[in-house]
């Protein structure tokens, strides 16, 4: 009886294969592989009629339980297998895959197979054979390409030609890191020939390209970018309530899988409530009287600026930073924690909500960056100049002097602090960093002005180097690493313009210049090294 139903169950399935399949012979060689093993497995086929997958009924032998196998013999194993049921898969010697990767969960070893063809990989041609600890096979996953040995193969176009082709392809400006390039085959469509896969970082525009270029003509026949590109949206204020209103942005660099706003730079504490989640349509989007409206915005804030200062290559704070919002009862303030390496936002009694208001979230992290680049003690002018440059930033990036106007709003003034002030020095020095903070971040404001947003950005973010050896930094210190940092960048053509918006500021650099009389009267009373000096003055030595 049981012969009689695997014939009618054979000849059912050469009768499907015939009508499903244009040439489904793989049905009848898995029919009978499966008689020979007790009819203990399934199969799923492709259009064309070839395996895809092989899987074993029962579920006891997923779980079941044996002796510990080392990964050698249980990859022994899959490779007897396959040797010896290469019809199953296009006739594919077991020599020609090579193992690309191993893994086990709790009862099964997971081999994967990749294909090779005279040494050169096939693209996208691998197998993969699961395996129990008593070394029966669970699934075989199949999706090799057999390689017709009278496939043309040439290798005209080098790799270097390759990368020129993609980056013309992907119209690719800039890098963000090393291009990869693999000579394979690629096997398509019953036609294979050498091939070229490029992968390019690229940063503009941003992407992960792969291309295959033909090697024997150079054209691209295939491409794509695997980059995980944000798509989830944020409901968040662009700028504060004051200026707009609620907008929706995508939210970059998530890695939470939906629970949290959690990502590459940034990771959101509510200390009111658990964390946020997707809503219904698979984004973040609340109303802003909403705990967790407060979560986004200071999200998508943070990873704002944090891609402000990468822009000058600036990767100190390339972590998820710690971002607390609601932080505290009704605290009225907003910190950065050197020491936690965090910030917190409070929701305020007095003002408003500081987590809606960006150039608060600015300010806060350009106090990480400055602290990250260079130690500066918080307090006189070290502490003031400190203050001066996160001032500075949240304002150049909203393109606004003035900062803290919607936390102010709730008590009728009209902000924390403007930079487009007339402090001088130093008689508006009143010991209080903040405060002090306008007269250097004004003098900064007032140099924006006269050299654009560009020059001014890039030689105050990289003046802090400058600032480096220094024990309680001065303004006249700012200054002249301000100068430094313009004689880098841009061969010290603006050095005079810094000097004359400082000077008017009332902070002047005092140099020390050499008096030749005071040098005189040393030399006469026997002084060698003035008098050596007041040598090399008069040949032109010292000038």
């Known amino acids: 009886m049981k012969k009689i139903t695997i014939i009618v169950l054979v000849a059912f399935i050469a009768l499907f294969a015939t009508n499903a399949f244009a040439g489904g012979t793989d049905v009848l060689k898995f029919a009978k592989f499966n008689a020979l093993n007790s009819n203990k497995y399934s199969a799923t086929f492709d259009e064309t009629g070839k ?3 092989i899987s074993a009924n029962a579920s006891d032998v997923y779980s ?7 990964n050698e013999d249980i990859v022994n194993a899959a490779i007897k297998f396959l040797e010896k049921n290469s019809e199953l898969i296009g006739g594919i010697e077991a020599k020609n895959l090579r193992v690309e990767n191993v893994s086990a969960s709790e009862n099964i070893t997971h081999i994967l197979f990749a294909h090779y063809f005279k040494n050169k990989k096939v693209l996208d041609s691998e197998i993969s054979v699961h395996m129990n600890n008593g070394l029966e096979v669970v699934m075989v996953n199949n999706s090799l390409l057999p390689v017709s040995q009278t496939s043309v193969l040439e290798n005209v176009i080098s790799d270097k030609q390759a990368f020129e082709i993609a980056k013309k392809h992907f119209n690719v ?3 963000r890191n090393k291009v990869r390039t693999a000579e394979v085959v690629y096997n398509k469509d019953k036609v294979a020939y050498d091939a070229i896969v490029v992968e390019i970082p690229s ?6 390209f792969i291309t295959v270029v033909n090697a024997g003509n150079g054209s691209v026949v295939e491409s794509y970018d695997i980059m995980m590109h944000a798509d989830t949206l944020g409901s968040i204020y662009m700028y504060n309530p004051l200026k707009g209103d609620v907008v929706k942005e995508p939210l970059l660099n998530l890695t939470s899988n939906g629970k949290g706003l959690i990502g590459k730079w940034a990771k959101i504490v509510n200390e009111d409530t658990v964390s946020a989640v997707l809503d219904a ?5 609340f109303e802003p009287n909403d705990t967790h409206f407060d979560e986004v915005n200071a999200y998508y804030h943070t990873n704002k600026v944090h ?3 990468s822009q000058y290559g600036f990767t100190g704070l390339d972590r998820s930073m710690k971002v607390t919002v609601h932080y505290g009862t009704a605290y009225d303030n907003a910190y950065f924690s050197p020491m936690e390496g965090a910030i917190a936002l409070g929701d305020g009694s007095r003002l408003n909500d500081l987590a809606k208001e960006e150039s608060v979230i600015y300010h806060e992290y350009t106090h990480a960056v400055t602290n990250a680049m260079v130690s500066m003690p918080y307090s006189a002018e070290s502490g003031a100049i400190n203050e001066a440059f996160s001032d500075y930033f949240a304002c150049t990036m909203t393109e606004d002097p003035v900062v803290g106007e919607w936390a102010m709003a709730k008590m009728n003034k009209p902000f924390i602090r403007n930079m487009d002030n007339k402090t001088h020095y130093p008689e508006d020095i009143q010991h209080e960093v903040h405060y002090d903070s306008n007269i250097y971040g004004g003098a900064l404001w007032d140099l924006r002005k006269a050299l654009g947003a560009n020059i001014t950005d890039k030689i105050t973010h990289f003046s802090r180097n ?3 050896g220094i024990k309680n930094q001065k303004f006249t210190d700012g200054v002249n690493a301000l100068i430094a940092a313009d004689k880098e960048l841009l061969r010290g053509l603006d050095v005079d313009t810094i000097k004359k918006v400082f000077e008017a500021r009332g902070i002047k650099i005092k140099s020390t210049e050499i008096n030749n009389n005071a040098l005189k009267f040393d030399a006469l009373n026997g002084d060698k090294d003035a008098k050596q000096m007041l040598e090399d ?3 032109g030595n010292i000038k």
């Open 51 to 53: 395996i895809r997958t």
């Open 466 to 468: 400058y600032l480096k």
């Open 281 to 285: 349509s698979g984004n973040f989007v």
């Open 173 to 175: 400006l800039k890098l």
């Open 64 to 70: 079941k339980k044996s002796v510990k196998r080392s």
């Open 307 to 309: 891609d402000f200062f």
């Open 537 to 539: 003055i008069e040949n």
């Open 203 to 208: 940063l503009e525009p941003l992407g992960d």
